[in-house]
């Protein structure tokens, strides 16, 4: 990587579609049916090229372009504090140099590569119908949608009486929903329900004893970040012999998770893909390993991560699933990318295995980006 110099940097915002709208969580309204990713492309004076998610500016552009790649990318320590911002081109043009995905580079595992993956799509999408039955049917049909996609695990969102419903209709509807989605999917499948802290621990306690025939595997975020309230969740599910695990850390999550983490009161972290980002990720995943918690990382909204976060699970031994937030997104050709049997066959293609698909993404560059040459 002596010498290599960027000479070119582009960005734009793509707009992507998933196959139905999302719906509401436990404290926000419908999440509708587009993805807004930010892509960049650097480009070196021999004229390869990496792509990948940044939120970079054109003037952040500006004043970086024509830098050296081994001021930004060191090949012990992954990509320099300075750089992180555009992190994820970065390691794709590394990867497209030396020829190697991504996964390849952080483990030096060359076959073919296999990461659990779970689909993130069950949203509050029954606000508007008023029967139970019905509106957990729904939720049940939407899961099947899921299996006919590939997967074996979904994630379920809850909370309807935090806000949306009266609390002990919301409560029941969480419940049915849970139990209708079991028998939808079958007994194999794995079921994760995410509350976005709209439940509290009598609350959480009441949908995983009625709902523990259902087999949970996890509980995330049942309210705001709390050792205190975590330890009476832990004790009590260890009393009554429920094996959930407690997941936590998406969004403006409590600095002191890891530690609680690693006492041994949470079980999974999710801190977003994103932010902290990749480089973060590759120094937790392993101290996580060391005490036994798994590595979840957060990413729903922001479609690149679908792709990038499995790579993760080279360097991560205790990684427990990608999640997967289905769009189709001009410019980017993800298909590379399979799902089947609940897993993601990461493909074995330089960098992250993603390209642009040249007319929409230089559409996006003029209607919303921009161009930065040396």
Request: charged residues 25%.
């Amino acid at each position: 990587m002596d010498n290599v110099k960027i000479d070119r940097i582009e960005w734009a915002r793509l707009t992507g579609e998933r196959p139905r709208k999302a719906g509401c969580n436990s404290r926000l309204g419908e999440h509708g049916l587009h993805v807004r990713p930010p892509i960049a492309r650097i480009t070196t004076s021999d004229g390869v090229s990496g792509i990948g998610f940044s939120a970079m500016s054109r003037d952040r552009a500006e004043t970086i372009v024509g830098f050296e790649l081994a001021d930004a990318f060191d090949p012990e320590n992954g990509v320099s504090e300075d750089f992180q911002f555009m992190e994820y081109p970065l390691w794709d043009l590394v990867g497209r140099l030396k020829q190697k995905p991504v996964y390849e580079m952080l483990s030096n595992e060359s076959n073919d590569f296999k990461v659990r993956c779970y689909d993130t799509s069950l949203y509050i999408d029954d606000l508007h119908i008023d029967d139970n039955k019905e509106a957990a049917a729904l939720i049940a049909s939407e899961a099947l949608e899921g299996k006919a996609r590939g997967h074996n695990a979904y994630k379920i969102k809850v909370g309807r009486g935090a806000m949306h419903m009266s609390l002990e209709k919301g409560n029941q509807r969480d419940i049915d929903v849970i139990k209708a989605v079991r028998e939808a999917v079958g007994p194999d499948a794995t079921i994760l329900i995410d509350a976005n802290n709209g439940y509290n621990l009598n609350i959480t306690k009441l949908i995983l004893a009625e709902t523990a025939e259902a087999n949970v595997y996890w509980m995330e975020e049942a309210f705001h970040e709390d050792a205190r309230v975590y330890t009476l969740l832990r004790e009590w599910l260890n009393t009554e012999g429920i094996k959930t695990k407690i997941a936590d850390g998406e969004g403006s999550a409590s600095p002191h998770l890891v530690n609680w983490a690693k006492d041994g009161i949470v079980d999974i972290l999710q801190y977003d893909i994103f932010h902290p980002g990749f480089t973060r990720w590759l120094e937790l995943g392993p101290e996580l390993d060391a005490v036994n918690v798994g590595t979840a990382p957060h990413h729903y909204g922001g479609y690149y991560g679908n792709f990038v976060t499995g790579h993760l699970a080279a360097k991560v031994e205790k990684f427990e699933f990608v999640e997967w937030d289905h769009a189709t997104t001009p410019g980017i050709d993800d298909t590379a990318y399979t799902i089947q049997n609940g897993y993601i066959n990461v493909p074995n293609l330089p960098g992250f295995g993603l390209s642009i698909d040249e007319e929409p993404y230089q559409e996006a560059v003029k209607e919303n980006g921009f161009i930065v040459n040396i």
